[in-house]
C-alpha cells in the first residue's frame, strides 16, 4: 500500500511540475493552482483549463486575490502566456500581486509588459509609485504563444525578482505587518480597448521560500 501511495504521490508531482514552467522555488508549499478546476479560491470566475484575465472598452485589465490562502514571507511564481501588445504604444503586461490587503488599496506587483520590461510597483491607500523598471529583462520569450515565467521571493525585508530563471533586480523593503496578507494576479492593457486578447494564467505556485 505505501509503495502504491509513493507512486500515485509522484505521479501528481510530476503532473504538477509538467504543467509549471516555474523552477527555483524552495521551501514548503503555501499554495499551488494549475486550474484544472476551479476550486482554488480565487476572487474571479476562473474557466479551466487556464485563469484568463483581460480588459474591455472600459477597463484596462483585471486584478484577482486568492481568498482563502494568505502569505508575507514567500516565494511567488506565475506562469503565463502574454499576448502581443494591440500597438506599440499600448504594451500588455501580466503582474503578480503580493503584501495586499483585501480591498485592493494597498499591494506591491511584480509587472511583466509584452516589450519585455519587468518592474515593480508599490500601491499605498491607491497611490501608485514604481520602485524599478527592467527594460528589455533578460531571459524574456517573446515568441508567440510563449510561456513565460515570473517569479518574485519576499524574504526577510528582500524582494528579488526573476523571469523565466534568471535574477532581474533585488531591492530591500519594508514587510507589511499584517500576517493577513493576500496575494493574486493583474493583468490588461495599458489603455482600454475593446475585445483585447486574454492574457492566460496556466500555473500560480507560492511556497515559504527557506
Known amino acids: 500500500m505505501l509503495r502504491i501511495l509513493s507512486v500515485v504521490a509522484a505521479l ?8 509549471l514552467a516555474c523552477t527555483g522555488q524552495v521551501g514548503a508549499v503555501i499554495f499551488q493552482d494549475n486550474f484544472a478546476d476551479a476550486t ?5 470566475t476562473v474557466k479551466p483549463p487556464v485563469f484568463l484575465l483581460s480588459g474591455n472598452a472600459t477597463s484596462t485589465g483585471s486584478s484577482s486575490l486568492n481568498l482563502t490562502f494568505n502569505a508575507i514571507d514567500g516565494d511567488y511564481c506565475m ?3 502574454l499576448p502581443p501588445a494591440i500597438a506599440t504604444d499600448n504594451p500588455t503586461h501580466a503582474a503578480i500581486i503580493f503584501w495586499a490587503t483585501s480591498d485592493y488599496n494597498n499591494m506591491m506587483e511584480l509587472i511583466l ?3 519585455g520590461t519587468v518592474q515593480l510597483s ?5 497611490n501608485w509609485s514604481n520602485i524599478f523598471s527592467v527594460p528589455n529583462a533578460p531571459g524574456f520569450n517573446s515568441a508567440p504563444n510563449a510561456v513565460n515565467s515570473l517569479r ?3 524574504l526577510a525585508g528582500t524582494i528579488t525578482a526573476y523571469l523565466n530563471g534568471k535574477q532581474v533586480q533585488a531591492v530591500r523593503a519594508q ?3 499584517s500576517a493577513n496578507s493576500s496575494f493574486g494576479v493583474d493583468g490588461g492593457d495599458a489603455t482600454a480597448v475593446a475585445n483585447p486578447p486574454p492574457i492566460q ?8 521560500g527557506k
Open 175 to 177: 514587510e507589511p505587518p
Open 152 to 154: 518574485v521571493t519576499a
Open 79 to 81: 506562469d503565463f502566456i
Open 201 to 208: 494564467i496556466k500555473g500560480y505556485s507560492v511556497t515559504a
Open 40 to 44: 482554488g479560491g480565487w476572487d474571479a
Open 122 to 126: 508599490k500601491e499605498l491607500a491607491s
Open 12 to 19: 501528481q508531482t510530476l503532473a504538477w511540475t509538467s504543467a
Open 113 to 115: 509588459y509584452s516589450d
